[in-house]
């Protein structure tokens, strides 16, 4: 949610937040103070990304890094009073450790162990669904390799054989190492940030322990 859009009638917000003054709680002043001026919502979510990485980056912030933890944190330090230095932490601290995430989620759903992670490796592969892990191997791949993979990803048939395949193109296009760095760059950048924030030192340990259960893990 890169804002939230106040608007007539019910007013609503992203996801059923209410954003308008009329209430008054303190929920929908904090909501009110996180958006930016003129901002509204996008008509419908970002699609496919076409063997784009910038698109598939795009839809890493946007759905993970600023929905599921920028926006949280902030919302969280705008009900507690916090002022605009706090908020900008708030983002220094949350894309950067968001995008890590999801990268790693990315990797893990198609790595992972089934048992450990509880989703099948499959998945993703017959969904289709664009990552910058895929992005990045299409960018790479020579043209055999992306026959294999313009012919096996989005088949919802897709078998393990078909799957190892797949995964045997993204490790060897170097796709699969320069996606870990990432996520290690990426998890730098969020702690690095703590240094410079005004948190007290009880927050910033929290953070750190948080930043490090985001994107060390195995589920």
Do not use: W
């Amino acid at each position: 949610m890169d804002g939230v859009r106040r608007g007539a009638g019910s007013a609503r917000g992203h996801r059923g937040i209410r954003t308008d003054a009329g209430l008054g709680t303190p929920a929908a002043r904090a909501a009110e103070r996180l958006r930016p001026p003129g901002a509204r919502r996008s008509p419908g979510g970002l699609q496919g990304c076409c063997g784009s990485l910038e698109a598939a980056l795009n839809v890493v912030r946007y759905k993970t890094a600023k929905y599921t933890v920028e926006r949280p944190l902030q919302l969280g330090a705008a009900l507690a009073g916090g002022d605009t230095r706090v908020l900008g932490a708030c983002s220094a601290y949350g894309i950067p450790l968001g995008e890590a995430f999801q990268l790693r989620d990315d990797v893990l759903g198609l790595f992972g162990d089934p048992a450990v992670t509880g989703k099948s490796r499959l998945d993703d592969l017959r969904e289709g669904k664009h990552t910058p892990l895929l992005a990045i191997a299409l960018r790479r791949a020579d043209p055999a390799q992306v026959r294999t993979l313009r012919r096996l990803v989005g088949d919802p048939g897709l078998d393990e054989d078909g799957a190892a395949r797949v995964r045997g193109v993204l490790e060897s296009t170097g796709a699969l190492d320069t996606v870990e760095r990432m996520i290690v760059e990426r998890h730098r950048q969020a702690v690095d940030s703590l240094e410079r924030s005004p948190f007290p030192p009880s927050a910033r340990a929290a953070l750190h322990r948080i930043a490090a259960a985001a994107t060390v893990r195995t589920s």
